[in-house]
């Protein structure tokens, strides 16, 4: 039974959720790299995020199977929720492709099907106090270019005067013009020509 606070997923959505595997994961990702005028703490950056998630009701949502209609599945809301199970900060070695070579690792790892269908990586150490984030987001939630625009939604102009737009709306409306960010899907198989990287030691996450 639904609960007033339960929205059903459409069926393409639930297929994609079907055609998850360990070797195929459904979601897509974002790397975008930002360079301050001045160094902000890593804290600091992951208490902005928080914030901002906070503002964004679909990022509070996990998905739940239904008896009726069989197979399918609503968003719910996650009365569970931990940002520090979905934002992880990462220190870089400067010098190296450590950035690439984390985000390919981190892009072929499966999402938590019983979480909210999200992941921030927060990666900092890198030259001229630029840091980088990497958003992963399954394609039930979010699909296409508006996986990327809903990653701009956090990392920048978020204000409390914008409205929050539903899933609908985000992929109904034309893709806007957008800074560039590298896309690539969820992959399993940590091809290293794919991704330009080399094997090594990767930094652990940080709660």
Same mark, same amino acid.
């Given at each position: ?151 701009? #939604? *956090?990392?920048? +102009?978020? %204000? /409390? &005067?914008?409205?929050? @737009? ?7 409306? !034309? $893709? ?5 960010? #590298? *896309?690539?899907? +969820?992959? %399993? /198989? &940590?091809?290293?020509? @794919? ?7 990767? !930094? $652990?996450?940080?709660?």
């Amino acid at each position: 039974m639904l609960s007033v606070d339960d929205e059903r997923l459409s069926d393409l959505d639930t297929a994609f959720l079907r055609l998850e595997s360990p070797r195929a994961p459904m979601h897509l990702g974002a790397l975008a790299i930002f360079q301050p005028r001045e160094r902000i703490p890593p804290a600091r950056l992951v208490t902005v995020l928080g914030e901002r998630v906070a503002r964004i009701p679909a990022l509070l949502q996990r998905v739940r199977s239904t008896w009726l209609p069989p197979g399918g599945a609503v968003w719910t809301p996650d009365t569970t929720f931990e940002l520090s199970r979905h934002v992880h900060t990462h220190r870089l070695q400067r010098g190296t492709n450590a950035m690439t070579v984390l985000a390919c690792e981190l892009m072929a790892e499966p999402l938590d099907l019983g979480r909210p269908l999200w992941q921030l990586h927060l990666m900092t150490g890198l030259s001229e106090q630029r840091f980088a984030l990497l958003i992963k987001l399954h394609h039930a939630l979010a699909d296409g270019l508006r996986t990327v625009e809903l990653g701009l #939604r *956090l990392f920048d +102009g978020f %204000a /409390d &005067r914008s409205p929050t @737009r539903t899933r609908q709306e985000l992929r109904s409306e !034309p $893709a806007s013009s957008m800074a560039p960010a #590298r *896309l690539n899907h +969820g992959r %399993a /198989d &940590r091809g290293q020509a @794919r991704c330009g990287s080399s094997p090594g030691p990767l !930094p $652990a996450p940080r709660p």
